[in-house]
């Protein structure tokens, strides 16, 4: 598997949109549950949102429940994050990770589980007015 590429960041204001996608330049990624973690300054790393290669499993974490949706598209080798309802809170450097291991029927939210072998180099999310 190859390191993912995260795409999609920016500037929102409060109670706006945006939609994060994380892809790789193979063909794999179908195999491999997908996490989304996000880190702002002086914060340790927070998993926002995971999902299992076939997409049935997802799993969010509390502070984005019922605003943030994750979904993949294994014809595109992309996995996406749409977010709505953006909080300045939100504000944060997004990656994308990708499961070590394929075909896992889980996922995990704990970044420092050792679940997840290839990272991105991160997107910046910006919420304010």
């Known amino acids: 598997q190859s390191q993912p590429v995260e795409s999609g960041g920016g500037l929102a204001q409060p109670g706006g949109s945006l939609s994060l996608s994380c892809s790789t330049s193979g063909n794999n990624l179908r195999r491999y549950a997908v996490g989304w973690f996000r880190q702002a300054p002086g914060k340790k790393r927070e998993g926002v949102s995971c999902?299992?290669?076939?997409?049935?499993?997802?799993t969010y974490g509390e502070s984005v429940k019922g605003r943030f949706t994750v979904s993949r598209d294994n014809e595109k080798n992309t996995v996406y994050l749409q977010m709505d309802s953006l909080k300045p809170e939100d504000t944060a450097v997004y990656y994308c990770?990708?499961?070590?291991?394929?075909?896992?029927?889980?996922?995990?939210?704990?970044?420092?589980?050792?679940?997840?072998?290839?990272w991105g180099q991160g997107t910046q999310v910006t919420v304010s007015s």
């Open positions: 999902i299992s290669p076939g997409g049935i499993t997802t």
């Open positions: 990770a990708i499961d070590r291991t394929p075909f896992s029927a889980t996922c995990t939210l704990i970044s420092d589980s050792g679940r997840y072998a290839f």
